[in-house]
């Protein structure tokens, strides 16, 4: 009786450190290509969002089709300005002459200039600022034309700023709606990616990073129709076979990657 005891006793130990030996390993990291697939998965999404999210910065920031249609409006403004004040200052010396002309004209046939050549002078000095006058009149009426033309050039450039800062503001709403959203995604994805790392066992991960490094990001790559996805290149059978084992790293015999048989 004392001998069924102590076997019981023995049998009993060891199913129970086998119990935890097996609870121990299981929350162990698994080192296997499956693992590393799903986070080659992770880190491929988080490299595509962070390119993204610079090609969002980098267009946060006035287009050159704003840039130049604030530049053409601000030149049509300036012109328009220009076009008024040349205008303004024609007006006021045709009124200056005009006002000048009635003033000599009123002197002259006032009676009041009895020596002949003065009022000879005078006529002359009538008749040449009436010439002048007239010149300064036309130049006047292709002033308040050049106005005109400036005033519609002016709308148009305005229309056309209007139009581009318009799309360009729905733009930049949609830009910073991406970016928002991609953000979130972004914290989520590094949290993600962190609890599936804590499933690889540290030096097959040390191996992925450093193989990412010298593969433009892809550790692992798929295998489809026995073809790397990535450079293409036809597996051998010995090649798919050795990839068919989920716990031994099998590479590329064309690129060097971490192969992995969808």
Known sequence: MLYWFFNYVIIYSISLYATIYIAEKGNQPVPNVYQLYKLQQLD?????????????????????????AKAEFAAAEASLN??????VDLDLEVKGLQQK??????????????????????????????????????????????????ETQ???????????????????????????????????LTADRQQQAGFIERATLSQYETLRQKKGGVAVTGVKDDTCVSCGVML???????????STLCYCEGCGRILFIL
């Open 82 to 87: 220009q076009a008024r004040a040349d205008a």
């Open 154 to 188: 002016l709308a148009e450039k305005e229309k056309t700023l209007a139009d581009i800062r318009r799309r360009w503001e729905t733009e930049q709403s949609d830009l910073l709606a991406e970016k928002k959203t991609l953000e979130a995604e972004l914290a989520q």
């Open 44 to 68: 491929s999404r988080i490299d595509a969002v962070r390119r993204r999210l610079k090609e969002i910065a980098a267009n946060l920031v006035e287009t050159q089709a704003l840039k130049t």
């Open 236 to 246: 051998s059978q010995r090649m798919l076979q050795a990839a068919e084992d989920d």
């Open 101 to 150: 002309i009635a003033k000599h004209e009123k002197r002259l046939y006032s009676g009041s200039i009895s020596n002949p050549k003065e009022a000879a002078s005078l006529q002359q000095e009538i008749a040449s600022t009436k010439r002048w006058l007239a010149k300064r009149e036309e130049d006047l009426l292709e002033a308040m034309i050049a106005q005109e033309d400036a």
